[in-house]
C-alpha cells in the first residue's frame, strides 16, 4: 500500500501498476528493498518521473527495518515520521491498509466535495484549511464507514465526477448536488498542465535515462558532446545517450540539470564520471 500510493503521487494507473508489479516481485517486504542501493531503487523507478520518490521509499525502507522490526507502522503519527511520507499518504496508508478513521484527501475527494457540497466546478488550485475542515465533517464517526466512505468518494472523483466531462447522468448523488442545483457554473479558473517539451525537467528526466542503463559511471564529455564524435558505440547507453543530445540543449541547461540530480541525491559525481547513488 505504502508503495503505490507513493507511486500514484501526479502519475496515472495505467504508467504505474507494471512498476510497481515489478517492484514487489523484487522487492515484497521493506527489508528487502533497505538491502539492496538506493541506486538500484532509483534504476528500477524506470520513466514513472519524479524520481525522488524512489529516494524517499528505498529511505522510508532502511526506517520501517530499522525502528519497527521491518514492518510498515499502522498509525498516522508513525507514517508521518517515515522519511518522504505526507499527510495525505500518512492518512490513506493508515485508513485503507490498516482500517483506521483517518481524513483521506486527495484531488479527486476535493473535486466531489466541492461539486456536492460547495457547488463549485473545481476545487480551489492548492488545497485549504477550509476543505480540510469540510472533509472531517463528512467523515463517518465509524471506523469502518469511514475507510468505505473514503474510499466511495475517491472513486466517485475518479470515475464519475471527473474534472472535464462529468458523467452526471449516471452519479448516485446528482439529486444533492449544489452545483447542479447551481446549473452548473464554470469555474474561476482554468487549470494548467506542467509544461515538459525544452524545460529542465525533459533534460533532467533524458541524463537519467543515460544513467539507469550504464553499469559504469558516465564520464561528463559523453553529455557535452555527441556520443559518435568521441567514437561512442551506439547500442547500449548510447541510446539514451543519442536522444538527450537530439533536444539540443544549451549547455547551461545541462549543467543545471546535472547540478540538480546532484543536490537531490539522484546522481553521485566520482572520479571517472557521473553514476546513480550507490
Known amino acids: 500500500?505504502?508503495?503505490?500510493?507513493?507511486?500514484?503521487?501526479?502519475?496515472?494507473?495505467?504508467?504505474?501498476?507494471?512498476?510497481?508489479e515489478e517492484w514487489l516481485r523484487r522487492w515484497p517486504l521493506p527489508v528487502d528493498l533497505a538491502q539492496v542501493t538506493a541506486g538500484e531503487a532509483v534504476r528500477a523507478w524506470g520513466r514513472l518521473g519524479y524520481p525522488r520518490r524512489a529516494l524517499r521509499l528505498h529511505a522510508a525502507a532502511a526506517a520501517i527495518e530499522l525502528n519497527h522490526g521491518g514492518k510498515v507502522p499502522g498509525t498516522y503519527a508513525e507514517l508521518l515520521e517515515l522519511p518522504g511520507v505526507g499527510s495525505y499518504t500518512a492518512a490513506a496508508v493508515?485508513?485503507?491498509?490498516?482500517?483506521r478513521r483517518e481524513t483521506v484527501v486527495d484531488t479527486n475527494i476535493r473535486r466531489v466535495h466541492a461539486r456536492l457540497v460547495s457547488g463549485t466546478a473545481?476545487?480551489?488550485?492548492?488545497?485549504?484549511?477550509a476543505e480540510m475542515r469540510l472533509a472531517a465533517e463528512l467523515l463517518p464517526n465509524d471506523a469502518g464507514s469511514s475507510v468505505r466512505?473514503?474510499?466511495?468518494?475517491?472513486?466517485?472523483?475518479?470515475?464519475l465526477c471527473t474534472a472535464r466531462a462529468p458523467k452526471c447522468a449516471d452519479c448516485p448523488v446528482r439529486a444533492d448536488c449544489a452545483w447542479l442545483a447551481a446549473g452548473e457554473p464554470p469555474p474561476s479558473y482554468v487549470p494548467?498542465?506542467?509544461?515538459?517539451?525544452?524545460?529542465?525537467?525533459?533534460?533532467?528526466?533524458?541524463?537519467?535515462?543515460v544513467l539507469r542503463l550504464a553499469e559504469l559511471p558516465v564520464a561528463p564529455e559523453l553529455f557535452q558532446r555527441e556520443p559518435a564524435d568521441l567514437g561512442f558505440p551506439t547500442e547500449g547507453i548510447g541510446v539514451?545517450?543519442?536522444?538527450?543530445?537530439?533536444l539540443n540543449s544549451?549547455?547551461?541547461?545541462?549543467?543545471?540539470?546535472?547540478?540538480?540530480?546532484?543536490?537531490?541525491?539522484?546522481?553521485?559525481?566520482?572520479?571517472?564520471?557521473?553514476?546513480?547513488?550507490?
Open 240 to 246: 539514451p545517450l543519442a536522444a538527450l543530445h537530439r
Open 250 to 278: 544549451a549547455p547551461e541547461q545541462l549543467e543545471r540539470a546535472l547540478a540538480g540530480l546532484l543536490n537531490d541525491g539522484l546522481v553521485e559525481l566520482r572520479a571517472t564520471g557521473y553514476r546513480l547513488p550507490g
Open 94 to 99: 493508515a485508513a485503507f491498509a490498516f482500517g
Open 192 to 209: 494548467k498542465g506542467q509544461a515538459w517539451h525544452g524545460t529542465d525537467r525533459q533534460v533532467r528526466g533524458a541524463v537519467m535515462a
Open 149 to 159: 466512505w473514503n474510499a466511495s468518494v475517491m472513486e466517485l472523483g475518479a470515475l
Open 1 to 20: 500500500m505504502l508503495v503505490s500510493e507513493i507511486m500514484l503521487q501526479q502519475t496515472p494507473v495505467v504508467r504505474v501498476q507494471p512498476v510497481w
Open 122 to 129: 473545481l476545487p480551489s488550485p492548492s488545497l485549504t484549511a
